[in-house]
């Protein structure tokens, strides 16, 4: 199967992407086009998108294209996720709006 030779979080997007069966033809197509994504960006990196999307809570297609697009994937892992507000006389804080 294709899904497996991407990885476990593309599978489990396409998975996502076919539960609500309202229109399955739609959803088809949004699988398909995921897998194309392959083509032209590589297994990995695709891999990398879904397993991004898949953390942020979206299973679009138009998500995990834009990721890919955008190279998001590569900026997660670069940055920390740790973020913290800096420190300096401008910030009012929680009293200020009492």
């Known amino acids: 199967m ?4 991407i990885g476990l ?3 489990q997007t396409v998975h996502l992407m076919l539960a609500p069966p309202r229109h399955p033809e ?3 197509r949004a699988c ?8 032209r960006y590589g297994d990995h990196w695709l891999e990398a998108a879904c397993a991004m999307a898949r953390k942020l809570g979206a299973t679009k297609y138009t998500h995990i294209r834009d990721i ?4 998001r994937d590569l ?4 940055q920390s996720s740790q973020w913290s507000s ?3 006389a401008h910030v009012r804080g929680a009293g200020y709006y009492q």
């Not at 294709?2 to 030779?5: E, F, G, I, P, Q």
């Not at 398909?32 to 083509?39: C, E, H, M, V, Y």
């Not at 900026?75 to 670069?78: F, N």
């Open 9 to 11: 979080a593309c599978a």
């Open 26 to 28: 739609h959803a088809y």
């Open 86 to 88: 800096p420190v300096h």
């Open 32 to 39: 398909l086009g995921l897998l194309s994504l392959s083509k």
């Open 75 to 78: 900026l997660e892992q670069t």
């Open 68 to 71: 890919l697009l955008n190279r």
């Open 2 to 5: 294709v899904l497996w030779r």
